[in-house]
């Protein structure tokens, strides 16, 4: 089941919608095994698409209380196939050097303590960064379009 969060952003003068779905999938080589993913869709009235899929399994760190979310660069851009990581990070340092960490992104952290409520500082700065992350990675797709 998918669990769906939508915002309207206000973004180079004009309308967009970016949403946020958790779902579960499997990898048909390994249908054992379940994998849970937010999916972060953006919608610029050109085109709507994933523009991040966050895989829990592989992107989050829970130390103690804290659960701490990563995200590893990995990019696909349309029908050319997989954009460079390396290339990527030098692109989100120039716009968003903040969440550069090392080989990968870091989209912030939550204590594990209380239901997360999307009023919250920290839920607020970690939607706030998945969304520009988000936005970025589009950009980047544009950039390898035009250029390769």
């Known amino acids: 089941m998918a669990h769906i969060v939508l915002f309207l952003i206000e973004r180079s ?16 080589d390994k249908p054992d095994v379940v994998k849970t993913c937010l999916c972060v869709a953006h919608d610029d009235e050109k085109e709507t698409h994933h523009a991040l899929q966050l895989v829990f399994e592989n992107n989050i760190q829970v130390i103690g209380d804290e659960v701490r979310f990563y995200h590893h660069g990995r990019i696909a851009v349309g029908n050319r196939g997989s954009g460079r990581v390396d290339e990527l990070r030098m692109f989100v340092e120039e716009r968003y050097p903040e969440i550069v960490a090392g080989k990968r992104f870091y989209m912030g952290s939550l204590v594990n303590d209380r239901q997360w409520n999307i009023d919250e500082p920290d839920v607020i700065k970690l939607l706030e960064r998945l969304i520009t992350y988000a936005l970025i990675r589009d950009e980047y797709r544009d950039f390898v379009k035009t250029n390769r």
């Open 13 to 28: 003068k004009s309308m967009e919608f970016v949403s946020f779905s958790f779902s579960t999938y499997v990898n048909m």
